[in-house]
């Protein structure tokens, strides 16, 4: 597979002046003093570094590897987990309820102005699989300090990250060796999640481990509705047979998996939207009041300033007035200059309907709430805020034609539909595979109800660790793990069990738990699961017991239960 050439300057330009006159805002253009001509869309492979050449089979790699959950130290996590297509290439978990995305920023505490809506990503824990207590969210899964980019349309961004800290050569993740001498942000950018304790790792964890464990799994195990043009090429072949197409010898190496990657988030190019045919010279392509839109976002609106191009982005840093400057020191963090305080990317605009929330926060929930910021001249000031970002003072019909250009017109209707490039298959974290509480706890000491931690699926032949928090710190625990609900909650030592006892019962024993006092007791249990094929899809279902003595005698209070499939 071959790759244009990158957006010329010139290219650019013609974007940028065809945009101006169909929003009609300048007369004549081009030499004869005519309109602009149609411009082409943008290309559909983004360029690629010299030592890394797009390729069918390393993009059919990288694409296993973007949805490879086993890519995480505990099977939940893969690169699409924080990039979902279908939304835009960002997370649409931090728009729903109950996911567990919300960040308590830099003050620490939840339920405040300063909260972010990040990505959701693993418990803290140690190589073993045992759990350790991470500030602020105890056992539950961390949430990163900051929303996650679309990963579409990223190969034409100089650099990655809000604030631009992928860029320069491509080092080696184990010898530190240029790999890459430049334009290799994407690479770069591969290489931090699955380290990340907070994002995809365990505590320590590093590239050799990542590498160890890819080059020994089954490619896809926990993924269903696999593409059928990519369940082809992969054929029941292993990851060294599939390195071995794609770079011509077995070897899973650390800057293997991170080119593999980068070469597939290159073919992520979203250049066919009603905006590329208008462009393009179809004036039909957008109804009169996108058109309405389009000559706002360019005119009084000032969103052009800095949306400009065929990404609708210039692809610089800016403080916009989101949060105050100190609270994230986005880009200064990276070249030290103050007028960087507090400077994030802009984003591209492609599919920004299907990307709520907004900004690096998450901070606003509709286009409406970022049409209304901007009017509003931001929420927050400095020095270095740019003067577009200033009062505007749109009429309310004003706002709702922007809101419709930002909407349909930007929006490929293949991203949304998740359709070639951008099918893909369904993660195990997206069925019912993955553990489902149900039932209620019963209160231990003071009233207090213990918390039953599970998030990894069950994966036959491997490890499964769940955790319990709010127990009583210093007593013992018990995990139950069985083939048989109990549909209602038996009474047991004071206890309600939500799990059969039966011959089938695996009981496991922790304890102390960690910590002193009423519902201040956390502990981890890790059970290696049977490798009997035979299982798979068989249910289990999983409770937590804590001994807690009132009064006297054995008394027992539990967590609620999981139920989740084998794997």
Known sequence: MKHPNPLSTSRLQAWALALCASAGLAATSSAQGGPPPPQPPPPAVAPAPAGNPVTLAKTNLGKVLFFEEQMGSDQTMACAT?????AGGADPRTLQPNTGSVHPGPDGLFLTPDDILGSRGVTLSQADGS???????RLLPQVTGRRAPSAINAGFAPRQFWDGRAEGPFLDPITGVVVLPAGASLEIQAVAPPTSDVEMGHAGRNWGDVAGRIATVVPLRLASNIPAALSTWINGR?????????????DVTPARIAMAIATYERTLSSNQTPFDQFVGGNPGALTPQEQQGLQIFNGIGRCGVCHGGPFQTDNLFHYTGVRPQNEDLGRFVVTGNNGDRGAMRTPGLR??????????NGRMNTLMDVVNFYDRGGDFNAPNKPPAIAPIGLTQQQKNNLVAFLSRPLTDQRVRNQTAPFDRPTLASERNVVP???????LGTGGLAPR?????????????????DGGNGGKSAVLLMSSTLQLVGLPFQGASLHVALNSTTLVKRIGPLNGAGNGQGWGSGTVFLPSDPLLIGQPIYAQWLVIDPQGGGIRLCSTDAVAMTFL
């Open 82 to 86: 924080c990039h979902i297509h279908g």
């Open 131 to 137: 759990y350790a207590l991470a500030p602020q969210f």
């Open 238 to 250: 292993g990851y060294p047979d599939l390195f071995l197409e794609a770079f011509g010898t077995p």
């Open 351 to 360: 599919n920004v309907e299907l990307r709520a929330p907004y900004f690096h």
């Open 436 to 442: 489902t509480h149900y039932g209620t706890p019963t």
């Open 452 to 468: 039953m931690v599970a998030n990894e699926p069950a994966v036959l032949g491997g490890k499964w660790t769940s955790g319990i």
